[in-house]
Each structure stands twice: as C-alpha cells, then as structure tokens.
C-alpha cells in the first residue's frame, strides 16, 4: 500500500512539474512564432488552478498577463485588452497583500496603469506619477531584478521629454535589465521577456540612429533564437535595408 501511494506521489508531482515546463515552453514557441494569441487557454487553465501554483508561477502568470495584454492593445483591439487588464489586476492586487516585497508585482502594476495610459492619453496627468512611483519602488525594493529595469526603460520611451522622458535613459534601463537577466541561466531559457526586451533594445537604437549597436542586437537576438519569427523574417529584413541606404 505504501509502495502504491509513493508511486502515486511521485506521478503526480512528475505530472506538476511537466505542467511548469508547459506553459513557460507554450508561451515561448507561441512567442517565437507570433501567435501569442495561443496565450488565452494557457492563462485560463493557469487561472483556474491558481491555489495550485506556487508563488514563482502566480507571477508568470501575471507576466503572461502582461503579454497578453500589450498584445491587443497592439493589434488595436482594446475591448478584449480592459477585460484582460481587468482580470490580470484583480489577481495582482491579491498577490500585492500577500507578497509586499516582490518588486516584480510593483513593476507589473506601473506597467499596467502604463496600459490604461496608452489606450486613454487623457489621463497621462493622472496616471503617469501613479505609474512611475510603483516602478520606483520596484526599483528600491528589488535593484537586482529585470523587470523593474524594463518598466523603467518603458516608461521613459514613451514619456514626453517634457515630462523626463529619454530614449537614452530608457536604453540604459533595458541594458540593465538584460544584463541582470543574462546573469542567471533561468531567466534566459524558455523566457519569452527576455527576447521581448532584446527586441525593444535593438529597435531602441534604431530610434536614437545607433545603427551598428542595433545590427548587433538582432544578430543577437537571432544566434540565440533563429527561429524567432519576428525579427527573423520581418525586423532584421528591413533593417539591413535600413542599415544598406546608410551606408
């Protein structure tokens, strides 16, 4: 009987731990291969198990919220982004009260009130002090982390130069970010965020015309991932056009 229940055990927790390398690996292929719209059943199933999942994976989750979310803002469909953004805050704040020292909840919650900004600019007045004073303390709070640094990159890219807003302020910051990333192994592997802020970093130098920094940064991107759809067969094509009417 003993032996019985040990193998029950010991399948379950196989069965656990295959679930983990899942969804991070899911979320990854669907990254590299544009479809982060194959994200939704992932974070439904994710959702539905919340008791289930470990603190580690609970903030994934919201990660993958993130995605998910600045997804359809992109693609223009703002709907289904406030009934995510919605949802993915809910959860948010519940981790907030449980887990007040993780700086990634603060990172993720100025990156979300960044969200509401960008699908209504009206309330930048408002919303943008907001925004930056949880990115601040994500900062504080947690310097050795990556996404305060990307949200701080974030946010000083699109903020107005009037405001304090730098483009090479905001290359400093996802500098840091992949930096700290590339540090530890883990945070590289299967990690959908890390190629994202790479690809923010190289179309951050084509901004400020740092062309060669930029073509280095897509080669990067490209010998660690080639499969990565994105920059493979759209980005890096037409920035070697770019790169060739420079010369």
Request: proline share 4%.
């Amino acid at each position: 009987m003993l032996v019985i229940l040990f193998i029950i055990m010991a399948s379950l927790a196989a069965q656990q731990t295959y679930g983990q390398q899942t969804y991070r690996q899911q979320t990854y292929q669907s990254y590299l291969e544009d479809r982060i719209g194959d994200w939704e059943p992932i974070i439904k199933e994710m959702k539905s198990r919340q008791s289930d999942l470990s603190r580690e994976e609970k903030i994934d989750l919201v990660g993958y919220y993130y995605g998910y979310i600045g997804w359809f803002i992109e693609e223009g469909r703002n709907k289904e982004a406030k009934k995510n953004l919605e949802e993915a805050e809910e959860m948010l704040e519940m981790l907030m009260e449980k887990y007040p020292e993780m700086p990634e909840l603060y990172a993720f919650k100025g990156a979300f009130i960044g969200y509401k900004i960008t699908m209504n600019s009206i309330r930048a007045v408002v919303l943008g002090p907001e925004s930056m004073k949880n990115i601040n303390h994500a900062i504080e709070i947690g310097p050795e982390r990556p996404q305060p640094w990307i949200e701080k990159g974030n946010a000083l890219f699109y903020m107005p130069k009037m405001f304090g807003g730098s483009k090479e302020e905001a290359i400093e910051a996802y500098s840091k970010a992949v930096l700290i990333m590339e540090k530890d192994p883990g945070m590289i592997k299967d990690n959908w965020m890390y190629l994202n802020v790479l690809l923010i970093l190289g179309q951050g130098y084509e901004t400020i015309e740092q062309f060669k920094k930029a073509r280095t940064t897509y080669e990067k991107i490209l010998q660690h991932e080639p499969g990565f759809k994105t920059v493979r067969d759209e980005v890096y094509p037409a920035f070697l056009k770019k790169w060739d009417s420079q010369k």
